[in-house]
């Protein structure tokens, strides 16, 4: 393995009082940080690649501590449909991304609208044979309520003529044949299939996001069988090149800490409640825009702490998803009950007596920065009162809260610039009002950077996330120092290159 001299300013992380601790050079030797200061070219000697900075400066890889891979892959291979006025556009457009993929790759796209289509009809499997012959195709309407799919997508999916429609959907028919037109369950028939045709490639493009935006470890939550098997076979053929942490679905059949190279099976991850958005978020006083409702509970106490014994016997770690405060409330119920740590996923209304039960039993909380600036509604969801202890980062970090920060990508940008941004800004640039109720929650650049690098791989105890001597060598070259930049600049940080392990594993031109 090749030695590197890193020419440059290096972050290497931040010191017991969250100063960043900076260097003037680094070196690189067999895959980990050997040296960190002055003249790393003459410490590493004649033979080493030299890794010129210039401009910009080198960061710890960051951990996206909350992620969904393959979905994060479909969401990216998706063709967006939105505004296509024909037909005819429709088909050029599928065959033009039918031949980027190549012959017998899945097409998918979503967000036609046939009220806008000049032909004045729905699209058929007769129209998408035409564009694209070789390849299954399923293209989802702007409502998600019905798609359409060509012939091939229909065989891969086991509709045949004769196909009864399954429960709560329908395979539509015109004299007896099927059109290729599906509604309501029927489309879930063909998009499964889509994802099962290729979970392996949907795996490498948002792997290929990932290491593009700087993120060198992922924490890949709910991931089924189909996902940790393709997981696997990349891992195994030393393919993955993108550490990834994987927290199963609950259901997995015997599940246990598993370790491939690059991979590791470490969790289970389960979901509590709902979200903001839908208003199923489990909240203790209904909203305030809808006053009978008060969310749902998919978990109580009970459920969790049978799942926490479960994943403890197991050897895995639990992650709850508990975004409304009534489902904080059960979680840390369950973990009080059982004396086991778990992670929160989201935490997203935690008012100041939860906060301090948190920090009490020691709780590890995965929040996504992001959200603030995406919903934009929240204080006509909660009133300003409980608003107020919406995404309350700042209070975590008080409280000596282990705080990580994530995408839930595909729900928000795999970019971990845009999460320091929102972290940072809190929407104060788009002009939220959320931004001035709960200014003092705001954090600076170098706490949302710690919070990116730091802290998710602490809560499984490895060695990652800072560049000291001994390190997994896991950075990213920007263009220029965050931490000194303006909270409007942070969105624009450009990752230039990222290494893993030493490894380039990507760069950006
Ligand atoms: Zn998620």
């Known amino acids: 393995m090749r030695t590197l001299a890193v020419v440059g300013r290096v972050l290497e992380g931040f010191d017991g009082s969250g100063q960043p601790i900076w260097h003037d050079g680094m070196v690189v030797e067999e895959g980990r940080v050997a040296y960190l200061g002055p003249h790393p070219e003459e410490r590493a000697g004649p033979g080493a690649e030299v890794v010129e900075v210039g401009e910009g400066v080198v960061l710890p890889g960051f951990t996206d501590s909350h992620a969904h891979l393959a979905s994060l892959g479909l969401a990216l291979r998706t063709l967006d449909l939105r505004g296509v006025r024909s037909i005819r556009e429709l088909k050029r457009r599928v065959a033009e991304k039918a031949g980027e993929l190549g012959p017998g790759e899945w097409v998918v796209g979503r967000g036609w609208d046939q009220e806008l289509f000049e032909e004045g009809r729905w699209p058929t499997r007769w129209d998408l044979d035409e564009a694209a012959p070789g390849n299954p195709v399923v293209l989802v309407r702007v409502c998600g309520h019905a798609a359409v799919a060509n012939t091939l997508a229909l065989s891969l999916a086991g509709i045949t003529d004769s196909t009864p429609d399954p429960p709560g959907g329908s395979i539509e028919r015109a ?79 015997e599940p246990k800490p598993e370790s491939w190279g690059t991979l590791k099976v470490v969790g289970l991850k389960v979901i ?177 950077i710690r919070c990116y690098t730091e802290t998710a791989p602490k809560l499984l105890g490895e060695r990652l996330g800072r560049l000291s001597a001994g390190y997994p060598a896991d950075f990213v070259i920007v263009d220029r120092d965050p931490l000194s930049a303006p909270a409007k600049e942070l969105r624009n940080v450009r990752v230039l290159a990222t290494y893993v392990g030493g490894e380039l594993a990507i760069r950006s031109n």
Request: proline content about 5%; charged content about 25%; aromatic content about 6%.
């Open 175 to 253: 004299g007896g044949r099927v059109t290729g037109v599906l509604k309501e369950a029927a489309v879930q028939l063909v998009l499964s299939a889509a994802r099962r045709g290729g979970v392996e490639e949907l795996v490498r493009e948002a792997e290929r996001a990932m290491l593009s935006s700087g993120v060198t470890c992922v924490h890949a939550m709910s991931v089924d069988r189909e996902e940790l098997e393709a997981l696997r076979n990349l891992a195994r053929s030393g393919k993955l090149k993108l550490r990834v942490r994987a927290y199963l679905d609950p259901e997995a059949p």
């Open 272 to 448: 509590a409640d709902g979200s903001f958005g839908a208003r199923t978020a489990a909240l203790r006083e209904p909203y305030s825009d809808d006053p009978g409702n008060a969310g749902v509970l998919l978990a109580d106490r009970g459920a969790l702490s049978r799942l926490l014994e479960k994943a403890g016997r197991a050897g895995l770690q639990l992650a709850v998803h508990a975004i409304g405060d009534r489902a904080l409330e059960e979680v840390l119920a369950a973990a009080k009950a059982s004396g086991a740590r778990l992670r929160v996923e989201h935490a997203s209304l935690a008012p100041p007596d939860l906060l301090d039960e948190l920090a009490e039993l020691g709780l590890w909380v995965s929040a996504q920065p992001r959200f603030v600036v995406s919903d934009w509604w929240i204080i006509s969801r909660l009133g300003r009162e409980r608003a107020r202890w919406a995404y309350p980062f700042k209070s975590f970090l008080e409280r000596g809260i282990s705080l990580s920060f994530s995408s839930d990508a595909p729900v928000e940008p795999c970019n971990p610039f845009e999460g320091v941004y929102a972290a940072v800004a809190r929407g104060s640039l788009e002009g939220l009002e959320i931004a001035e109720l709960t200014a003092r929650e705001a954090l600076t650049p170098a706490e949302a």
